[in-house]
């Protein structure tokens, strides 16, 4: 199975080291408009073994509009247009076209996606220090949420460098980020996409 959290939209910038976990991030939805970065992803189950590696380059720009693309070990492409939600399987020749909200719903994706209101979805606590780094802890408040948790890791000089997200299955995705771009101006055409022909297409 192919884990797709490509629409997560984080990325990293520089903050201070004496703000919180939480501060640092309402710091970086306020501050941080647009953004490129390479990101790595790795799935474990249950028992903490390494079921998925995967790598790609993602894009930003709020509100609403994203870009990742998969380039390892299977090519997908995931775009928010600012209305709807595409995925592209170049494998299956395949496009999934949704509303972007139902798209976002609780996900992890809905704490940095356009909104300045986090709390009104999660639930925010400062989670210590492990690894060098400062974590934030969130919490979905929707009961439907497909995630337990969210963990986020804050450097002092890079900002934003680990995400751990805890699906409700015990899965454990773990993104990292690098080589970024803060605030970069980005071509519009970079958040449209046109489904290829002869791809299947599958709507809500």
Known sequence: ??????????FVFPL?????????LKTFIAATHSAQATFTQVVLDQDGR???NASGVMQFQRPGRFRWTYQKPYEQIIVGDGAKFWLYDK???QVTVKKLDAALGSSPAALLAGS??????FVLKDAGNRDGLEWLQATPKAQDSSFAAVLMGFDAQAGLVVMEL??????KTVLRFSAMLRNP????????FTPPVGADVISD
């Open 1 to 10: 199975m192919k884990y797709i959290f490509a629409i997560l939209m984080l």
């Open 91 to 93: 494998d299956l020749n």
């Open 166 to 171: 805890n699906d409700t299955f015990g899965h």
């Open 16 to 24: 201070t080291a004496q703000a919180g976990a939480i501060e640092k």
């Open 116 to 121: 300045n209101e986090i709390e009104r979805g």
């Open 50 to 52: 390494r079921i998925q």
């Open 185 to 192: 101006r980005l071509a519009a055409g970079q958040f449209q």
